[in-house]
């Protein structure tokens, strides 16, 4: 019963780690901001107020190599996503100068019709190419549209 009685008295306390000290020698001068320092902040005495400094550069160090890590990964990601970029636009420029050239090959082949069959030529190469137009803005999206425009405005 005592024992229970010293108990609640004197609860047992974990058992601290063992500490090693460590010395430092400060200036004078170094030894007043320290001072300064630890009264600024609220610590107890210096020794709190060195090993709460201490243990900041470490934790932010580590934090420090954590964020270089990750842009390093940022600066592989964007590297590669531009090089893919890249290779989009120059499928796109190869796809547009295709098409160019072919457009000259027909246009070059085949013979304007002339005389009074020309209006009615000219009315059902419109309406030919209002469906191709409407077909080939079915097939793509909106923004693949606005890619290749502005691709085509560019040049």
Known sequence: MRYIKNMKKHPLKPAKQPTKPISIRLSAEHRSLIEAGTQASGQPNISAFIKAAALSAA?????????????????????SLLTRIRGLENAIKLSVNLIDGLTKVVLTCVPEPTGEVLPAARANAKTRYAKLVQTMGAKMTQDLATTVAQSLNNE
């Not at 934790?59 to 590297?79: H, K």
């Open 59 to 79: 934790r932010n160090q580590d934090a420090t190599t954590e964020l270089g890590a990750i842009e390093a990964r940022l600066a592989a990601t964007s590297e």
